[in-house]
């Protein structure tokens, strides 16, 4: 299985293992990030994470180009932020930490990050960029149907 199939694998498996809407204070398992993220939508969003993946130039694996609306600008900033993370030394491998767990807690649909010494450096980054993600999501309706980026790649 290649690695960029590996979040995706583990993003479908949450919605097996999904236990109903998280309306009151939950503390959320600690799952992997890529399941956590998933999880975060379904607290805030009321709907799946994967209703983004693939869409427009930068929601899912990779990202290029000029974002094509505001949904598409929200992913490219969560895949900023993760750089960020990695740049910083916060986090050291993010296909390792894609799916490392971190804690964090559904009150009221809003995801709210652990933020104590039990959380390593990385997991605290990680959780703030899926959670702004989520709250940038919010802002725009649920897509009717996915957008996808009309840019071609450049040849070499």
Sequence with gaps: MSFRLIPLSVLFLSLLVGDGEPTRKKEVKNLGSVLNL???AQCAL?????????YGC??????NYKPIDGIDACCRRHH???DIALASGACRNLVIEYLDPYAWSCEDH?????????????????CWCDKMVVECWKQFPIPAHKLRCNHTPKSP
């Excluded at 930068?58 to 990202?63: A, F, K, N, S």
């Design 38 to 40: 998933n999880r975060m």
């Design 46 to 54: 009321n709907h799946t994470a994967l209703i983004y993946n693939n």
């Design 110 to 126: 809003v995801p709210r990050c652990r933020d104590d010494s039990s959380q390593s450096k990385c997991q605290q980054a990680l």
């Design 80 to 82: 900023l932020c993760y």
């Design 58 to 63: 930068w929601c899912g694996y990779g990202g």
